[in-house]
Every structure is written in C-alpha cells, then in structure tokens.
C-alpha cells in the first residue's frame, strides 16, 4: 500500500518538478517514473529474494527522486509530502521483518530462512555506492538524450547499463546470505564467507545461543554489525572459507577446515532463538 500511495503522495512534486523543463524532457521522465512505479508495484506483490534486492534499490532511489524534485523546483506541501513518503518507503524496504518475509517468499518446502546482516565493510559505503550506480546507471542515459545530449546519453547507457546489471548483481549477493531452518537440520548459506553451503544435520546441534568472549569458534560474521549467535556443534564439522580478495593478493589454496562451533549475525537474533527453541533445540541465552 506505501508503495501504490507514492502516485499520490510523491507524483504531484514530480509533476511540479518537470512542469517548467522541455516537452521531451517531461514525457522522457514521466514515462520512466511510471515505468519504475509500475515496477515497484509489481515486487513488492511477490516475495523473493530478487524482489528484495529490488526494493532495496527502489526504496532509497525513490527517497533521492523526492529531494530532487524539491531541489528542482517542487515547493510547498507538494515537496513535503513527497520527501516524507520517499522516507517512509526507503524505512519499510529497510526494514529486517519486511526482508524476512521476502527470503522466505522463495524458500523450498519446510525451510525458514533468517537473513544475516550485511558485513560492516560494505554498509559503510559500497553497499550505498553501489545502489547509486544501479540508478544513476540506469536512469543517467535516458535524462541525456532527453535534454538534447545526444552523444554523452548514448554513451552513458551503453556504460551504465552494463554497470548498473553488475551492482545490481552484488547488491542481490547481500540479499542471499541466509541462516536456514530445515527439516534435517540447519544450512548457512552465505557465499561471502563460505565457498559452499555448511550444512549441519538436527542431531549435530549441541546448542545455539549468544556468542561470549572469548570463544574459539569459526567466524562466519563478516564483522557484520549486532549481536552475534553462535551455533555450537557435537562433534567437529568440515567447510570451505571464501579466501580474502584483497587486490594484488596471489590466488589462495583453499583446504577444507575443521570446526566445532560457527558465529553469524542475524539480522532478526531473537527471532532466530526462538524458532530454534521450538524446534526442541537448545538455546543458551
């Protein structure tokens, strides 16, 4: 429902926006601002993780347009209610229950998904540079063309485009880092730490709870930010941990390692202990 209401509650500070540039300028924009609220409209009716990636993108790219509107002549109530909608919607595509919903819309059979959190060295900044590329990319080129640049538009889409597909591909990375619930046991899937999935069958579990220090468990966090769970094994089990990608680093030999326990971050801890608990799993608290 936020996100239909934006046609009402952000288009008339577009409209106010584009009412003194060219004709061309405001089909090309208006067209394109449909077309993306249409769009919109279409992901948030169906959970998946691509659709979660989508709307992280779309959230703060529509918060961007509003303040643009505002700074591009949009004045009044009309640019308020537009910079505020933009915010809301930016906080509910943020939001970790909102996120949640949207993995499991994908999920197979029985399996419940709880999303980790994106790893501090790439919240603070990348993450972000790489959803304004994914706009400016997409949307830089088109604008061009409209405003007479013919030339630098035609050449800022065949650049962008292929460049905002790539950001668009490892923002959708974030969206795949899962701690799953299923029937055997449990699985951490997250390819930023791991090379395959570390699956840990039900009576492999000795206990799940909240990590303290010192601990000599497998760090799968990514120096991610909030509570830390660690899940802790009966007898030791083997994984493949992602070599760094420092530039200029030499390729990395990658041996399987042994472990007993593991540490994630979860985005929703407490919901994951809970469901742990009513999977007859001990958890420590």
Do not use: K
């Amino acid at each position: 429902m936020i996100w239909a209401s934006l046609a009402f509650t952000a288009g008339p500070a577009f409209a106010d926006a584009l009412s003194t540039r060219s004709e061309m300028v405001q089909r090309v924009d208006s067209a394109g601002l449909w077309l993306t609220w249409l769009a919109g409209l279409v992901v948030t009716f169906v959970a998946s993780s691509a659709s979660l990636t989508a709307i992280r993108v779309l959230g703060p790219a529509t918060l961007a347009a509003a303040v643009a509107s505002a700074l591009a002549g949009a004045t009044g109530p009309t640019a308020t209610i537009a910079v505020v909608a933009g915010l809301i919607t930016t906080c509910v595509c943020l939001n970790r229950e909102v996120a949640d919903c949207y993995v499991n819309g994908s999920s197979y059979g029985d399996e419940r998904r709880y999303l980790l959190r994106t790893p501090a060295p790439l919240l603070l900044g990348p993450a972000e540079a790489a959803v304004a590329l994914v706009v400016a990319g997409i949307v830089g080129g088109p604008m061009l063309v409209s405003s007479g640049s013919w030339v630098l538009g035609a050449a800022a889409i065949v650049v962008g485009w292929p460049m905002a597909l790539l950001s668009l591909r490892a923002l959708h990375g974030l969206s795949r880092r899962w701690f799953v619930f299923v029937p055997a046991g449990v699985v951490v899937h997250d390819f930023t730490t791991l090379i395959d999935s570390l699956m840990v069958r039900r009576n492999e579990i000795a206990t799940i709870g909240w990590a303290s220090e010192p601990t000599a468990a497998t760090d799968l966090t990514a120096n991610s930010l909030g509570r830390v769970i660690q899940v802790s094994l009966t007898a030791p089990a083997s994984l493949l941990p992602r070599p760094s990608r420092r530039p200029g680093s030499p390729a990395a030999v990658v041996e399987p390692i042994e472990t007993n326990a593991v540490l994630i971050t979860p985005a929703r801890a407490h919901a994951l202990l809970a469901d742990a608990a009513g999977r007859h799993i001990a958890v420590i608290t």
